[in-house]
C-alpha cells in the first residue's frame, strides 16, 4: 500500500471489461507478501540471503556478486505505452486532454457543460477514471456522448495502459476530441503520462488559493489552469489573483481561463482553446472518407 | 504519489536486467531519485521491501542516490539549485525557472550473483 495516498494492489477494471495486468502484477505481489511463498528452505524472517544458502547463485562458476548497470526510468514503461497512445491518437487527428483536480472541482459538471456547447462541431468521446462506480461515465452518457469508465480500485491514478484499454473499448473517431478525467487526485496523476496532448488542471474558488504551492507537480504539469466556479467568488474568501500568481510561480506563463460551468461565464473562452487545439490535431489528418473504420 | 505502482515497475525492470545477464539473485538495487520528482523515498522504501519478496530481489539492499534540483534561470541566464518546485530563484528571486535536473527516478544500477 502506497504510505503517501493510501492507494494499494487492487485491480483496476475497465467498465464491463477487463482486468489490467499491471495492477494483477501488483496484487501477486502483495499476495506474495501475506502468503510468502518463497522456496526457501529455513526462512527465517528477516534472513539476508547471504552466502551459504541453499540455491543456485552462480551462473559461472566463481561468480561472485556483479553490478549490472541498468539506466532506466522508473516510468519507462508507462511513458512507452503513452507515446504509443500519443501515436495512435494523433494519427486519428484526435485531440486529446488529461483532465486533473482534486475531488469536487466540479470537472464531471464543466466536461456535461462542455459536451453541451461542443455539440456539432466534432465526435467526441469521455474516458472516465474513479476508484469506484460509474456514476460520472453515466453522467456522461446521458449527453449522448460516448463515455467509458474506469474504475482503478485503490488505484490513485489512471495509468497509460488503462487508457489504452479505454480507446480500444471506445473506438475513437477520426477528427474528434477525447476527454480523460483523471481520478480526483491533485498528487498521484501528475507523474503517468497517458498520451494526451496537455493536462488541464482544474481549481475551483472554494478550495484553497494555495494549492498550487501546496500540490505543485501537478500544477508544473499542466499547460491549461482552469479556475472554476467563479461565481461563487463573492461568497468565499478565495484571491484570485494569488492563486494565479502561484500557479505561475511553478509553471511559469501557465494559461489561466476562468469561468463557470454552472453559469456560463467563461466558457467561450475555454471552448475556443478547445477548438483551436482540435482544430490544429483534426487538420493535420485528410478526412475519413464515409465509411472508413474509426480504427 | 502512487509508490506501490512505481516499487512494481522498479521489480519488473530489476528482474527483466537480472534474468538478461543470467543472474538468479539480486543482492543490491541503487535508484537515483530526483529532489523534484515525483516521488517521496520513504514510501518507496516501504513498497520497496513489499514487492520485492518472493521475487529475484528478496531480501536485497536498496540505495537511494538523491540528485539534487536544479533549474535554468531566465533573469540569471544561468543554472540554480532548486530545493522545491515553487521556490524563487535563490539568486535573483525570480519563478521564471525552468527544472533541467533532479526529477528523474531511475534504477541505475544492481548487484547480481
Redesign the interface.
Known amino acids: 500500500?502506497?504510505?503517501?495516498?493510501g492507494?494499494?494492489?487492487h485491480d483496476a477494471t475497465l467498465e464491463g471489461g477487463r482486468t489490467f495486468r499491471?495492477a494483477d502484477?501488483?496484487a501477486v505481489?502483495?499476495g506474495?507478501?501475506r502468503s510468502?511463498?518463497?522456496a526457501h528452505a529455513g526462512g527465517a524472517p528477516g534472513?539476508?540471503?547471504g552466502e551459504g544458502h541453499g540455491?543456485?547463485?552462480?551462473?559461472?562458476a566463481g561468480?561472485?556478486?556483479?553490478?549490472?548497470?541498468?539506466?532506466?526510468?522508473?516510468?519507462?514503461?508507462?511513458d512507452a505505452i503513452a507515446a504509443s497512445n500519443r501515436r495512435v491518437l494523433r494519427e486519428r487527428g484526435v485531440f486529446a486532454l488529461n483532465l486533473v483536480s482534486s475531488p469536487g472541482s466540479g470537472k464531471t459538471t464543466l466536461l456535461v457543460r462542455t459536451i453541451e456547447a461542443w455539440a456539432g462541431r466534432s465526435p467526441l468521446a469521455v474516458v472516465e477514471g474513479d476508484q469506484q462506480t460509474s456514476f460520472d461515465a453515466d453522467r456522461i452518457r446521458a449527453t449522448g456522448a460516448p463515455a467509458v469508465q474506469v474504475n482503478t480500485g485503490k488505484?490513485?491514478?489512471l495509468?497509460a495502459a488503462m487508457v489504452r484499454g479505454a480507446i480500444a473499448r471506445l473506438g475513437v473517431a477520426q477528427r474528434s476530441l477525447l476527454f480523460i478525467e483523471n481520478v480526483g487526485n491533485l498528487?498521484?496523476p501528475?507523474?503517468?503520462d497517458l498520451g494526451e496532448a496537455h493536462k488541464v488542471v482544474i481549481l475551483s474558488v472554494t478550495e484553497g488559493e494555495d494549492k498550487?504551492?501546496k500540490y505543485?507537480?501537478m500544477f508544473?504539469a499542466a499547460d491549461l489552469m482552469l479556475l472554476n466556479k467563479i461565481d461563487l467568488a463573492p461568497y468565499v474568501s478565495f484571491d484570485r489573483a494569488r492563486a494565479i500568481d502561484?500557479a505561475?510561480?511553478?509553471r511559469?506563463g501557465l494559461e489561466v481561463i476562468e469561468l463557470s460551468a454552472t453559469t456560463g461565464a467563461g466558457m467561450e473562452r475555454w471552448l475556443g482553446w478547445l477548438e483551436a487545439g482540435w482544430r490544429r490535431c483534426a487538420t493535420a489528418v485528410p478526412a475519413a472518407s464515409p465509411g472508413a473504420p474509426a480504427a | 504519489?502512487?509508490?506501490?505502482?512505481?516499487a512494481?515497475?522498479?521489480?519488473?525492470?530489476?528482474e527483466a536486467?537480472?534474468r538478461e545477464?543470467?543472474?538468479?539473485?539480486v543482492?543490491?538495487v541503487r535508484?537515483e531519485i530526483g529532489a523534484l520528482s515525483?516521488?517521496?523515498t520513504?514510501?518507496l522504501r516501504?513498497?520497496f521491501d513489499?514487492?520485492t519478496?518472493?521475487?529475484l530481489a528478496?531480501?536485497?539492499t536498496l540505495d537511494i542516490d538523491d540528485v539534487p534540483g536544479e533549474a535554468w534561470c531566465?533573469p540569471c541566464g544561468g543554472n540554480v539549485p532548486l530545493a522545491?518546485?515553487?521556490d524563487?530563484c535563490p539568486r535573483c528571486g525570480s519563478?521564471?525557472?525552468?527544472?533541467v535536473r533532479g526529477d528523474?527516478?531511475?534504477?541505475?544500477?544492481?548487484?547480481?550473483?
Open positions: 500500500m502506497c504510505t503517501t495516498c492507494c494499494g494492489g499491471r502484477a501488483l505481489a502483495i506474495a507478501v510468502h511463498a518463497h534472513h539476508g540471503h540455491h543456485d547463485h552462480a551462473p559461472e561468480a561472485a556478486s556483479r553490478v549490472l548497470q541498468v539506466e532506466r526510468d522508473l516510468l519507462a514503461k508507462n488505484g490513485c491514478h495509468d498528487v498521484c501528475a507523474a503517468f498550487p504551492l505543485p507537480d508544473r502561484m505561475r510561480r511553478v511559469p | 504519489m502512487h509508490e506501490m505502482a512505481l512494481q515497475s522498479m521489480l519488473e525492470i530489476v536486467a537480472a545477464a543470467g543472474a538468479t539473485h543482492t543490491n535508484l515525483h516521488v517521496a520513504d514510501a516501504f513498497c513489499a514487492v519478496r518472493g521475487s528478496e531480501g536485497a531566465m522545491q518546485v515553487g524563487p519563478f521564471q525557472l525552468a527544472v528523474d527516478m531511475r534504477v541505475k544500477d544492481i548487484a547480481v550473483a
